[in-house]
């Protein structure tokens, strides 16, 4: 947003710099981004005269020229046709960088001819875009007058990034009445005083909404008899000044007034609107419309067109139509000031791919209170360049009138919020220099603030609050040295994430991150009852996630869709439950929140390997990177049970991981079920695990021993037991029985059939015996078998098997 320092002065009174109003207004929220000064760019750029022209004895169309430039004359070559003897010109001396193409001018000789210095056309001065001729300056300029004074009086524009909900910083009036505010000064706005016939507008025209939702208010003025022609050399040096290229009397007056209040307006030629009509109305699918860059336009039901009686005449809040255009034989003049509905404007121009300074400002929402004003304002202009005949009054369609909201604001809740007193008296002036109607209730510490229709962006309390210390002064505001007190402790263990990561990436894993909010229906098959969000945005993100699967497998489809067949993934990520268990150092009031570790695998083992690669991932490469994980951190007594749930149907068969008796994990295939659910045909193994296993239980520190000095002595035993027994239950004996001798244990053989009996199984062990004292003797070993094997047959009802 382009802002003229010079032009900000008609409406506020400004003694400070530009510099320091700039510092000002991004304090307050409004960034300056960049500043334009026209003294900086055309430093070395003066007035001339031309005191001789001559024709250049080496040359045809070249012409050599006396320069004066207030000081002493130079001799320029020239090859502009218009160069003529007493012109006021402008010249650039040498050492000037010329603003369109960043060229040095330097003194160098031009056909045998020395040329010091440059007279400008107004394309190289870039003020316009004739480049044919040099631009002819008026007679009173003063020669050796800089021309940054003479054609722009020194000016500065302002870039500043208006953020989209302070529309009302989109024109001068606008950032005028921000400085106002922000040095405790009164805004000055236009003075309009117009001369109208007796002839009421109503005589001639009349407006018919048919959408009010999409344009609650609609006002036309009527100019009669005028004549068209250019607008005044400072009207069209304003707008070139912040980008805007002069057309016509009219057309700039539209600009002009744009840039000015922040309303867009558009102008049409009323004799060319057929039945002296305007409709407004939604697009029929597929209507074609002819805009003023001379594009045919194909319109949906959903854009608004403003149309006469016959036909569209423009695109509401976007663009008008060539069929209406100003043009030099224009006579009578409809002006249309509007307030479109921001969300029709929005999508009408992303649709036609069409942003102009009418959909930008439309789209953020502009005032509808000062429609009639601004319409106002521009019938005054016109009249007095065009010397038009204004017909009395105006046509002011508005069905749906737009309310002021009004807010309700405690003056005690300033200082709890920003740690500062501010007086109740500046309180009071801030609102009312931001235009906001304060009134008392009945307490006098609470307020009733009437919100102008032009600051959409101040709905609630806190948003007042915004404001005072926005304009009071950030910089008032103290900073204050904190002491954050913690009441828990980080109970994780420093480095903890940092190990069990290096094991995953060590073991071919890639980490994902998954949203904590999910759609109610993946947590009704973890079978925790799950923490519902207040408000959610959308209905994929309705509950906390209760497991770290679910989401995992919305990254296993993903990837699938994506050609991505074999996956190793893991997270390290919180779950949240309600839990009427208060034990845990975790929960509040029935809220749980722990934080799990999720594996899941799928496709093939190893998809680059041509031998290997229809080898698939199955159940036992999952069980094994569970127990090297575990194993890693040196958790030797896991515990590995069959893991039975009604309520959690995420894994079939699922295997659970148990540590001194609790579960703190589980494991297996993902059932069918869920992968329907996912969209997912190949098989995935998924298990997940509390991250307490890993925090409280393994080692901090490594411990180690000496290789035994001794020899063991390995023996295989198999057992005949009733097929309800776990193995657990047969390890727990051996080791027990076995004492300090038992140095290993692993399961190798399970068998079934005839030979053993119905309902029972042989399950074979193997032993490694071994003494850190010395070599075992074979009555020593002995013993020790028989041992076992009495406690087997006693507690087990077990039968070694021969």
């Given amino acids: 947003m382009n802002i003229s320092f010079n032009w900000l002065k008609d409406y506020v009174t400004i003694h400070e710099s530009h510099e320091e109003i700039a510092d ?86 031009i056909r045998g001819q020395s040329s010091a210095g440059m007279i400008c056309s107004e394309y190289e001065l870039e003020v316009g875009g004739d480049h044919e001729g040099i631009l002819v300056l008026q007679d009173d300029a003063k020669t050796g007058s800089t021309f940054s004074k003479y054609y722009w009086e020194n000016d500065v524009v302002f870039e500043i990034g208006i953020t989209p909900n302070r529309p009302d910083c989109l024109s001068h009036i606008g950032v005028a009445r921000e400085i ?50 250019a607008s005044p050399v400072w009207m069209q ?43 407004v109305r939604l697009a029929k699918d597929d209507e074609k419309f002819v805009t003023l860059d001379e594009k045919e336009r194909s319109l949906t039901k959903k854009n608004l067109l403003i149309c006469d009686a016959k036909r569209p005449v423009a695109v509401a809040g976007v663009m008008g139509g060539l069929n209406s255009e100003i043009n030099n034989d224009t006579t009578s003049v409809l002006i249309e000031s509007a307030y479109f509905s921001p969300f029709s404007v929005r999508h009408t121009s992303k649709q036609l791919g069409m942003v102009t300074e009418s959909s930008y400002r439309f789209e953020r929402g502009v005032d509808p209170s000062r429609t009639a004003e601004a319409a106002d304002r521009a019938v005054q202009l016109i009249q007095q360049f065009t010397g038009g005949t204004v017909y009395r009054g105006r046509v002011d369609a508005y ?46 510490s609470e307020w009733r603030c009437g919100i102008p229709t032009f600051r959409p962006d101040i709905e609630r309390e806190i948003d007042l609050i915004e404001e005072i210390v926005r304009v009071y002064g950030y910089d008032k505001v103290p900073a204050q040295e904190t002491a954050a007190i913690r009441f828990t402790s980080d109970d994780i263990r420093p480095g903890l994430h940092d190990r069990i990561r290096e094991w995953f990436v060590g073991a071919g894993f890639q980490e994902v991150v998954c949203n904590s909010m999910v759609p109610g229906t993946w947590n009704s098959f973890a079978g925790k009852p799950a923490v519902r969000v207040n408000n959610p945005q959308n209905q994929d993100m309705t509950d906390l996630r209760t497991s770290l699967i679910p989401g995992m497998l919305q990254v296993v489809k993903h990837n699938l869709n994506r050609g991505n067949e074999s996956l190793r993934l893991y997270e390290i990520g919180h779950i949240f439950s309600l839990d009427s268990f208060s034990g845990s150092k975790n929960y509040i009031n029935n809220y749980h929140e722990g934080e799990s570790i999720g594996l899941v695998l799928t496709g093939s083992r190893n998809p680059y390997d041509w031998s290997l690669k229809d080898a698939k991932f199955d159940f036992y490469d999952l069980k094994g990177e569970v127990e090297s994980l575990t194993s890693k951190f040196n958790l030797d007594k896991i515990e590995y049970n069959i893991y039975y749930s009604t309520s959690n149907t995420l894994i079939d068969e699922a295997i659970g991981i148990e540590y001194q008796g609790v579960l703190r994990g589980y ?36 411990k180690y021993r000496e290789v035994p000095k001794y020899p063991p002595v390995h023996r295989d035993l198999a057992f005949i037991l009733d097929e309800s027994v776990p193995f657990r239950d047969l390890e727990n004996i051996i080791r027990k029985n076995g004492g300090p001798l038992i140095h290993n244990l692993s399961f190798f053989d399970i068998y079934r059939g005839e030979k053993i009996g119905t309902g029972k199984k042989s399950v074979a062990v193997a032993l490694e015996l071994l003494s850190i004292e010395k070599t075992l003797t074979q009555p020593e070993i002995e013993e020790t078998v028989s041992q076992i094997v009495r406690a087997v047959e006693h507690n087990l009802n077990g039968v070694l098997r021969s």
């Avoid at 117009?194 to 009527?222: A, M, N, T, W």
């Avoid at 539209?254 to 558009?266: D, F, I, S, W």
């Fill in 399 to 444: 069905p749906k009138k737009i309310k002021p909201l009004t807010v309700s604001f405690r003056i005690k809740q300033v200082e709890r919020v920003l740690g500062i007193s501010i007086p109740v008296p500046t309180v009071k002036g801030i609102f009312n220099r931001l235009g906001l109607d304060v009134k008392e209730s009945g307490k006098r």
């Fill in 667 to 702: 494991f297996g295939k993902v059932s069918n079920k869920v992968l329907k659910l996912f969209d997912i045909e190949s098989s995935v193994y998924a298990a997940e695990l509390d991250i307490e296993l890993f925090n409280e239980f393994a080692p901090i520190e490594k």
């Fill in 24 to 109: 000002r207004l991004t304090m307050a929220g409004l960034e300056v981004e960049a500043m334009r000064s026209t003294k900086e760019i055309y430093e070395k750029f003066v007035v001339g005269e031309v005191r001789d022209v001559r024709q250049h004895p080496n040359a045809d169309r070249l012409t050599v020229c006396d320069v004066y430039d207030g000081k002493k004359k130079h001799t320029v070559v020239c090859g502009a046709p218009n160069v003529a003897r007493g012109q006021k010109v402008v010249y650039a001396r040498t050492g000037s960088i010329v603003p369109a193409n960043g060229m040095e001018v330097r003194e160098v000789e």
């Fill in 180 to 229: 106002a505010a922000l040095y405790k000064r009164s805004l000055k706005k236009p003075k309009i005083n117009i001369k109208e016939s007796g002839q009421s507008v109503k005589s001639v025209l009349k407006i018919d909404i048919k959408d009010p939702g999409h344009c609650p208010r609609y006002v036309g003025r009527f100019i009669d008899s005028v004549s068209i022609g």
């Fill in 237 to 279: 040096r304003r707008l070139k000044m912040i980008g805007i290229r002069p057309i016509n009397a009219v057309v700039d007056v539209t600009n002009y007034v744009m840039m000015e209040y922040g309303q867009p307006l558009h102008a049409f030629d009323f004799n060319l609107i057929e039945g002296k009509k305007i409709v």
